[in-house]
């Protein structure tokens, strides 16, 4: 597998470098850190010196030119489309979290949750993708849907190959965890959203997190 080049960013050092050491951790030779930023200025400046397939960066870096989290996240998608971009943050606002994937991210990562899933999020993230990793942001009691509809409604290796793409995996691991071909796990991936009326991986992540599957 390609390695895959990531910048990242932070207006507190101390967790720019706890980002580093995760991801030198947990990468397992497949994903480098290629260039680092404390603010929005810095993190432009990086993007345009270094090449990189992937942008982890905090949502609210108030120091620099561009305090806006949102007008950061467009202008780095207008300038560079083939970089996936992956925002950290605490902002727990519905509204919010979608204006975030409107203005062009490919997955929110909620700071709070389990910091492998976030080298997860980045190996199995592309610049097509729109994932949310939160549990805090669903609202249990809004799901209409629980696992014994979840086991009714699918096949029982349809439902495996949800929740290992729900727990960050990508196609290509999930085909080689289970002995099965990339086509075949994308068409079960599709089939079993096709049953639940899922339409986005968001959607996906949101309805297999509400039930405590991953």
Same mark, same amino acid.
């Not at 270094?50 to 905090?58: I, K």
């Given at each position: 597998?390609?390695?895959?080049?990531?910048?990242?960013?932070?207006?507190?050092?101390?967790?720019?470098?706890?980002? =580093?050491?995760?991801?030198?951790?947990?990468?397992?030779?497949?994903?480098?850190?290629? %260039?680092?930023?404390?603010?929005?200025?810095?993190?432009?400046?990086?993007?345009?010196?270094?090449?990189?397939?992937?942008?982890? *960066?905090?949502?609210?870096?108030?120091?620099?030119?561009?305090?806006?989290?949102?007008?950061?996240?467009?202008?780095?998608?207008?300038?560079?489309?083939?970089? *996936?971009?992956?925002?950290?943050?605490?902002?727990?606002?519905?509204?919010?979290?979608? &204006?975030?994937? =409107?203005? %062009?991210?490919? %997955?929110?990562?909620?700071?709070?949750?389990?910091?492998?899933?976030?080298?997860? &999020?980045?190996?199995?993230?592309?610049?097509?993708?729109?994932?949310?990793?939160?549990? =805090?942001?669903?609202?249990?009691?809004?799901?209409?849907?629980? /696992?014994?509809?979840?086991? =009714?409604?699918?096949?029982?290796?349809?439902?495996?190959?949800?929740?290992?793409?729900?727990?960050?995996?990508?196609?290509?691991?999930? &085909?080689?965890?289970?002995?099965?071909?990339?086509?075949?796990?994308?068409? /079960?991936?599709?089939?079993?959203?096709?049953?639940?009326?899922?339409?986005?991986?968001?959607?996906?992540? /949101?309805?297999?997190?509400?039930? %405590?599957?991953?």
């Amino acid at each position: 597998m390609k390695r895959r080049r990531v910048v990242i960013a932070d207006d507190h050092p101390l967790v720019l470098l706890g980002l =580093k050491e995760l991801i030198n951790k947990y990468g397992d030779n497949r994903v480098e850190v290629v %260039g680092e930023a404390c603010n929005p200025d810095e993190l432009w400046n990086c993007l345009r010196e270094t090449d990189c397939d992937v942008v982890v *960066t905090d949502f609210n870096m108030p120091s620099g030119k561009m305090t806006d989290g949102l007008e950061l996240i467009s202008r780095i998608r207008r300038n560079f489309p083939v970089v *996936t971009i992956l925002v950290v943050t605490m902002v727990y606002n519905e509204s919010m979290i979608k &204006a975030i994937f =409107k203005s %062009g991210a490919n %997955g929110v990562f909620d700071k709070g949750e389990e910091l492998p899933v976030l080298v997860g &999020a980045i190996r199995s993230l592309d610049n097509k993708s729109m994932s949310l990793y939160s549990s =805090k942001w669903i609202d249990r009691s809004e799901s209409h849907m629980t /696992q014994a509809d979840l086991e =009714k409604k699918l096949s029982k290796r349809e439902l495996e190959v949800i929740r290992l793409y729900a727990s960050g995996l990508s196609g290509r691991e999930i &085909a080689k965890k289970l002995n099965k071909s990339e086509k075949t796990i994308s068409r /079960q991936k599709r089939c079993a959203m096709e049953k639940l009326g899922i339409e986005s991986d968001v959607y996906l992540y /949101q309805t297999i997190s509400a039930l %405590g599957l991953i």
